[in-house]
Every structure is written in C-alpha cells, then in structure tokens.
C-alpha cells in the first residue's frame, strides 16, 4: 500500500491488486453528523446531484453512458460520516474512471431545474425508507440510542429542509466541503502511474481546511423502550447498546462478541430464537464503529405476542458471555478472518476498507485488523460485555 499527499492536498492510496478489473473511489469525508439542523440531508442530495450533470456531460444519461458502455459500474453512498463514489472498470479503462470521477467531484452543474426534480427522487426514497420496517427500525434505534450525538439524525435528512433546499445553499455547503484536503482518493487494482493519472485530473485548489467538531456523547446510564405501531404482519425488534469508536482497545473484542453472537446461522442469536423455537425468521447482529460512536445491536423479526420471550432470550444470551469457552472465542475469531479476507478479494470493497480506516486514523491500521481479532481473549469478551451490556434501547416497530 502506498500514500501520498499531493500539492492541491488531495490524499491518494494505492493498493495493488492482481486481476483484471480496477477501482477509483473518491471519499468527501462530509456526512450527515456535520450538518447543521437547516442543513439536514443535505450531504445526501449533494451525492445524487452532482452525477446529474458537468460542463463536460451535461446530463446523467451521458455520465453513465460513459461508464456502462464500457462494461464499468459506478455508485455512491453517504453515512453518517462520509460521502463516497466509486467507478469500477477494465484496467484499460482507468484513465477514463479518473477522468469521470474527477468531472462529477469538481465540476458538477447544480443546476435549479436538476434540484427541483431531485428533490422529488430524494423524497420518495425518504418514504421507501419509512414505509420499509426493516429499515426503519434501525432509524428508530440510533434516534432513541443517542442523546447528543448526531447519529440520532438519518442520514437521509429532514423532508421539510430538502424541499427548502436551493442552489445558493447547496453550492455553498458543495465549496466548504469538497475540497482536496477534504477528500482522499483509493485506487486498488493492477496499474501503473496512478499518482500522475489523478494529479492530471483532480486539479482544484486547496479550498480552506475543513475542521471536525468534537462530538461528546454521554454514557448509557438507564434502561429505555420505545415501541411504535404500524399495520403490518411482523414486528421488528432491536436491542441496542451504546459502545465505542472503531479505534479503541476494546474494538476487536466487541467484533469478536459479533463472531460468537451473530454469525449466520450457526451464531448464537440465530440458534436460540429461530433454529431451536421458530420465534423469528429474519435474526442477528451488527456491530457498528464508526469514527466517532458505535453501537451493537440484536435485532429479530417476529410475532407481536413473542415480544417479551425474546427480549428474554436475547438478554440471557448476552448473560452467557461470562461462562464463553476459549474454543467459542476462537471460533468467532475465525469467522471474522474469513469474512473479512474474503470480502477483501473484491477489488471494490477493497478500495472502501482502505477509505474507512483512513478516515478513522490511518489506512495502514486495516493490515493490522486480524492480528488484533487474534489476540482476543477469554477474559477480554467477559469485560467488554460486563463493561457495555449493561443499559440497553429496546426498540420495537409492532405489527398487528
């Protein structure tokens, strides 16, 4: 893996990586936890709107022609702490992932009628979300979870603010934050020249140095249920706990709690609640770490009258961490490796791990990720779950 900061200062990483295909993945790192409460989805519309136009492609049709003729993908995404786009093409094709990715970055139109018409997409993909319980009920769990911190918001924003929005707005929040020393760029796959390919093209100034707010939020310090109605057949369960950021000591240990717990179908959740008692169909974990938060959560869909006997289950297989064998730690760190290397052999997913530990501190910590999974013990899965299962959010989405 190879950095370099080029003059305008823009951060380009280099990843070498045998086979055909090649990556070029732009990272803003502007997310919805730097958004002011008039500025609410703000990040968001900004990734839909800057592919709907440059002075060199004047509409989406043409940008995307350019990628899929050749057989390339593209796609972006926003969270709460970043806003990425990425090509994916033939190696021969890399100058033209380049050159693309750097037209939409620094060039995008904004135009008022474009807005307009975004608006309405943005919209209807905010009542997509809503209407849509199983991913609403992590909305209803990261609102609920956090008292002071902005991962309480979705990402998507405030309907009323994006039907406010304008282009004196967007194009002001669009020059504060997509900036080169704002932004990093990865490039995975087997080319040569890259450093001189993306310093052809990314060629806007400096901009000012964007600055990061320190974010403090308070420790769980009560238990809370929050239940919500909706005429559906299923009920959608979550169990959250507040934890910690991606770089901190008792990271790895919290996603080796995830290999033990939440594993497919042969983790412990999964087991208890469906395999044994048919009480869910849809079960599992997730373990959030992020930058600045985290959260690890229980989620099972299931019957409306089953609410109390799996809120039961859940808690005494989080009690159960304290009697865990070496073998189950081992077992859950195996499942980690695994999962990551292989989700690592795709050259796309690549290109985003290398973003995400770059912005949580250094792209470099992800070559150290599993030595530290291995070095889990234990005694260190029994003290993270004493030190963070404690106060828990329980959040139910209840059906008919």
């Given at each position: 893996m190879e950095k370099v900061v080029l003059p305008n200062g823009l951060t380009v990483i280099f990843r070498p990586k045998a086979g055909k295909a090649v990556v070029v993945e732009v990272m803003v790192k502007v997310g919805s936890n730097q958004e002011q409460p008039g500025e609410r989805g703000i990040s968001h519309f900004l990734e839909h709107i800057v592919f709907e136009g440059t002075s060199k492609r004047p509409t989406n049709q043409e940008i995307s022609n350019e990628i899929e003729r050749i057989g390339g993908e593209f796609n972006a995404y926003t969270t709460n702490e970043r806003t990425?786009?990425?090509?994916?093409?033939?190696?021969?094709?890399?100058?033209?992932?380049?050159?693309?990715?750097?037209?939409?970055?620094?060039?995008?139109?904004?135009?008022?009628?474009?807005?307009?018409?975004?608006?309405?997409?943005?919209l209807k993909e905010i009542d997509m979300v809503?209407?849509?319980?199983?991913?609403?009920?992590?909305?209803?769990?990261?609102?609920?979870?956090?008292?002071?911190?902005?991962?309480?918001?979705?990402?998507?924003?405030?309907?009323?603010?994006?039907q406010a929005l304008n282009r004196e707005k967007i194009n002001t929040y669009f020059k504060k934050y997509y900036v080169p020393n704002n932004i990093v760029i990865s490039v995975v796959g087997e080319v040569t020249g890259w450093k001189e390919k993306i310093q052809e093209y990314f060629t806007f100034g400096v901009g000012k140095?964007?600055?990061?707010?320190?974010?403090?939020?308070p420790p769980a310090h009560k238990i809370q249920e929050k239940v919500e109605h909706r005429k559906t057949a299923n009920t959608y369960t979550v169990m959250g706990f507040k934890t910690i950021p991606l770089i901190h000591e008792d990271a790895p240990v919290l996603e080796v709690i995830q290999g033990i717990l939440g594993r497919g179908q042969s983790g412990r959740m999964f087991a208890e609640i469906r395999s044994k008692r048919g009480l869910g169909y849809d079960v599992g974990t997730q373990n959030i770490g992020e930058t600045t938060f985290g959260y690890f959560a229980i989620y099972a869909s299931i019957d409306k009258k089953q609410i109390a006997v799996v809120k039961k289950l859940i808690l005494q297989e989080l009690k159960k961490l304290q009697d865990i064998s070496a073998m189950e730690v081992r077992e859950g760190q195996d499942f980690i490796e695994g999962n990551y290397y292989l989700e690592l052999e795709e050259v796309q997913k690549t290109a985003d791990q290398i973003l995400f530990w770059e912005q949580a501190g250094e792209a470099q910590l992800m070559e150290g990720y599993i030595k530290n999974i291995k070095k889990v013990t234990v005694d260190d899965v029994r003290r993270v779950a004493r030190k963070y299962f404690k106060y828990y959010t329980f959040v139910v989405v209840e059906g008919k």
């Amino acid at each position: 893996m190879e950095k370099v900061v080029l003059p305008n200062g823009l951060t380009v990483i280099f990843r070498p990586k045998a086979g055909k295909a090649v990556v070029v993945e732009v990272m803003v790192k502007v997310g919805s936890n730097q958004e002011q409460p008039g500025e609410r989805g703000i990040s968001h519309f900004l990734e839909h709107i800057v592919f709907e136009g440059t002075s060199k492609r004047p509409t989406n049709q043409e940008i995307s022609n350019e990628i899929e003729r050749i057989g390339g993908e593209f796609n972006a995404y926003t969270t709460n702490e970043r806003t990425c786009f990425y090509v994916k093409v033939l190696q021969k094709h890399f100058q033209k992932a380049v050159e693309i990715l750097a037209d939409i970055i620094q060039h995008p139109l904004l135009r008022t009628v474009d807005i307009e018409k975004e608006k309405k997409v943005v919209l209807k993909e905010i009542d997509m979300v809503n209407d849509e319980p199983r991913f609403y009920q992590w909305l209803l769990l990261q609102r609920e979870l956090f008292e002071k911190h902005p991962a309480k918001y979705p990402t998507y924003g405030d309907k009323k603010v994006i039907q406010a929005l304008n282009r004196e707005k967007i194009n002001t929040y669009f020059k504060k934050y997509y900036v080169p020393n704002n932004i990093v760029i990865s490039v995975v796959g087997e080319v040569t020249g890259w450093k001189e390919k993306i310093q052809e093209y990314f060629t806007f100034g400096v901009g000012k140095k964007v600055g990061v707010a320190a974010i403090i939020e308070p420790p769980a310090h009560k238990i809370q249920e929050k239940v919500e109605h909706r005429k559906t057949a299923n009920t959608y369960t979550v169990m959250g706990f507040k934890t910690i950021p991606l770089i901190h000591e008792d990271a790895p240990v919290l996603e080796v709690i995830q290999g033990i717990l939440g594993r497919g179908q042969s983790g412990r959740m999964f087991a208890e609640i469906r395999s044994k008692r048919g009480l869910g169909y849809d079960v599992g974990t997730q373990n959030i770490g992020e930058t600045t938060f985290g959260y690890f959560a229980i989620y099972a869909s299931i019957d409306k009258k089953q609410i109390a006997v799996v809120k039961k289950l859940i808690l005494q297989e989080l009690k159960k961490l304290q009697d865990i064998s070496a073998m189950e730690v081992r077992e859950g760190q195996d499942f980690i490796e695994g999962n990551y290397y292989l989700e690592l052999e795709e050259v796309q997913k690549t290109a985003d791990q290398i973003l995400f530990w770059e912005q949580a501190g250094e792209a470099q910590l992800m070559e150290g990720y599993i030595k530290n999974i291995k070095k889990v013990t234990v005694d260190d899965v029994r003290r993270v779950a004493r030190k963070y299962f404690k106060y828990y959010t329980f959040v139910v989405v209840e059906g008919k």
